[in-house]
């Protein structure tokens, strides 16, 4: 029959197991000494030190001590988290990252000005915009002056505001000339399908010398 | 307690008083609760954890190093350490054992990488020894200066092992749980540590 095993001895030894629960000890003396070894053992490490201390062999620091760790480790967690703030924007800051980054906010900053200058809803295409343009912009402009030759500057003035320049330039470009009721204030107020109708309509007349020559 | 009903309460208590009464909400509450509120972002609740453990922790480092300035620098980065990884606390074990793993591997670590140094007799300036006749003082010292020695030259399995188990009163199966390894293991270690201090102590009675 084998010897106890350590963690058997172990048990017996801290009084886990009754030593009568084990008819081995009984019979065998290595087993008896060893286990009164480790009893002995654990007698002698297990002083009972000093009865203040709880009967800890670890001196007990003084009361300030405890005040200064709680203190230190505060200040080094802190510490801790504004590293980690400044590692997280010294990351961000870094060309890599920021350049890409400032490109893509510059971008969007872009889209979004051009977005909003733009309309959100577009302006009714009018079922009629001949008649409107009669009905309501034509009486009240001054009568045209007649129409000498296609490189009349008048004409080439509104041809030139019709595809060069954007609705927005052109309306601030006649904004120091217009008068009320005048027919530069009815072309800065056409919307963009009506405008580009007139254009066509302008360039249809100016493409037709008869009609020249009739008025 | 459930994470969500830990989160509700610890975040409850944090928003219910001032900073100033915050430590003493905190008190109240259990150690997961206070590892939810610290993972909410109370600090507060991470000082209490640290005035709850700290002396268990500063005995278990200076059992392994043997020193006050090291056992304190040992706690300042066991307590640090918990910090930065409690996202990686998964409640499996008790915070107490978490802790006593990180502990155990700093002083590992810390033992391994120089030979501990045990303090002078008198070097001892934190030792509160108010209600300690001098002649009491001196025995229980140079008996604590003996066993720590002896205790400094055990493979630090065995060492772990012993300071765990004698000192720090754990069970097998928590020393267990703290080393990643089976009870049968801890056991047979605990053997092989008494009988190998026995011979570094030479049969003296302490």
């Given at each position: 029959m084998g010897h106890l095993t350590p963690a058997l001895l172990v048990d017996l030894a801290e009084g886990i197991?009754?030593?009568?629960?084990?008819?081995h000890l009984a019979q065998c003396d290595a087993c008896r000494r060893a286990l009164a070894e480790l009893r002995a053992t654990i007698t002698d490490v297990a002083w009972p030190g000093n009865p203040e201390h709880g009967g800890s062999d670890v001196p007990e620091p003084s009361p300030l001590f405890w005040d200064h760790l709680s203190t230190r480790v505060r200040e080094a967690v802190a510490e801790q988290g504004a590293h980690r703030r400044a590692r997280w924007f010294e990351a961000w800051s870094r060309p890599l990252v920021a350049l890409p980054l400032l490109a893509t906010v510059t971008a969007i900053a872009v889209l979004a000005v051009v977005t909003l200058r733009k309309p959100l809803v577009p302006n009714p295409i009018p079922a009629t915009p001949l008649p409107i343009l009669q009905s309501t912009l034509l009486p009240s402009l001054p009568p045209l002056e007649?129409?000498?030759?296609?490189?009349?500057p008048a004409l080439a003035l509104i041809a030139d505001y019709g595809t060069s320049l954007g609705w927005d330039e052109l309306r601030e470009e006649m904004a120091g000339v217009s008068h009320s009721g005048g027919i530069d204030e009815a072309v800065i107020t056409l919307s963009t399908e009506e405008r580009q109708e007139l254009q066509r309509l302008l360039e249809e007349e100016m493409t037709q010398p008869s009609a020249l020559g009739a008025s | 307690m459930e994470p969500v009903a830990a989160f509700k309460r610890a975040s409850a208590s944090a928003k219910a008083g001032t900073s100033c009464t915050q430590g003493a909400r905190f008190a109240e509450l259990d150690d997961g609760e206070l590892v939810v509120a610290c993972r909410a972002g109370q600090s507060s609740a991470f000082d209490t954890l640290v005035e709850r453990h700290r002396r268990s922790v500063y005995q278990l480092c200076y059992r392994f190093v043997g020193n006050h300035e090291d056992a304190s620098d040992l706690t300042q980065d066991v307590f640090f350490r918990a910090y930065r990884g409690l996202s990686g606390f998964?409640?499996?074990?008790s915070l107490s054992t978490w802790l006593y793993r990180i502990g155990v591997n700093a002083c590992l670590n810390r033992v391994s990488a120089r030979k501990p140094i045990t303090e002078e007799l008198?070097?001892?300036?934190?030792?509160?020894?108010?209600?300690?006749s001098p002649s009491e003082r001196v025995l229980r010292q140079e008996r604590g200066a003996r066993v720590r020695e002896a205790i400094a030259q055990l493979p630090p399995k065995q060492r772990a092992t012993l300071v765990l188990r004698m000192?720090?009163?754990?069970s097998h199966e928590e020393i267990a749980e703290v080393l990643g390894s089976s009870v049968g293991a801890v056991k047979a270690n605990f053997f092989h540590a008494l009988g190998n201090l026995k011979k570094l102590l030479g049969g003296e009675r302490l």
């Amino acid at each position: 029959m084998g010897h106890l095993t350590p963690a058997l001895l172990v048990d017996l030894a801290e009084g886990i197991k009754a030593d009568q629960s084990v008819p081995h000890l009984a019979q065998c003396d290595a087993c008896r000494r060893a286990l009164a070894e480790l009893r002995a053992t654990i007698t002698d490490v297990a002083w009972p030190g000093n009865p203040e201390h709880g009967g800890s062999d670890v001196p007990e620091p003084s009361p300030l001590f405890w005040d200064h760790l709680s203190t230190r480790v505060r200040e080094a967690v802190a510490e801790q988290g504004a590293h980690r703030r400044a590692r997280w924007f010294e990351a961000w800051s870094r060309p890599l990252v920021a350049l890409p980054l400032l490109a893509t906010v510059t971008a969007i900053a872009v889209l979004a000005v051009v977005t909003l200058r733009k309309p959100l809803v577009p302006n009714p295409i009018p079922a009629t915009p001949l008649p409107i343009l009669q009905s309501t912009l034509l009486p009240s402009l001054p009568p045209l002056e007649p129409l000498g030759a296609p490189d009349d500057p008048a004409l080439a003035l509104i041809a030139d505001y019709g595809t060069s320049l954007g609705w927005d330039e052109l309306r601030e470009e006649m904004a120091g000339v217009s008068h009320s009721g005048g027919i530069d204030e009815a072309v800065i107020t056409l919307s963009t399908e009506e405008r580009q109708e007139l254009q066509r309509l302008l360039e249809e007349e100016m493409t037709q010398p008869s009609a020249l020559g009739a008025s | 307690m459930e994470p969500v009903a830990a989160f509700k309460r610890a975040s409850a208590s944090a928003k219910a008083g001032t900073s100033c009464t915050q430590g003493a909400r905190f008190a109240e509450l259990d150690d997961g609760e206070l590892v939810v509120a610290c993972r909410a972002g109370q600090s507060s609740a991470f000082d209490t954890l640290v005035e709850r453990h700290r002396r268990s922790v500063y005995q278990l480092c200076y059992r392994f190093v043997g020193n006050h300035e090291d056992a304190s620098d040992l706690t300042q980065d066991v307590f640090f350490r918990a910090y930065r990884g409690l996202s990686g606390f998964r409640g499996g074990s008790s915070l107490s054992t978490w802790l006593y793993r990180i502990g155990v591997n700093a002083c590992l670590n810390r033992v391994s990488a120089r030979k501990p140094i045990t303090e002078e007799l008198d070097a001892r300036q934190h030792v509160d020894t108010r209600n300690e006749s001098p002649s009491e003082r001196v025995l229980r010292q140079e008996r604590g200066a003996r066993v720590r020695e002896a205790i400094a030259q055990l493979p630090p399995k065995q060492r772990a092992t012993l300071v765990l188990r004698m000192y720090q009163e754990l069970s097998h199966e928590e020393i267990a749980e703290v080393l990643g390894s089976s009870v049968g293991a801890v056991k047979a270690n605990f053997f092989h540590a008494l009988g190998n201090l026995k011979k570094l102590l030479g049969g003296e009675r302490l």
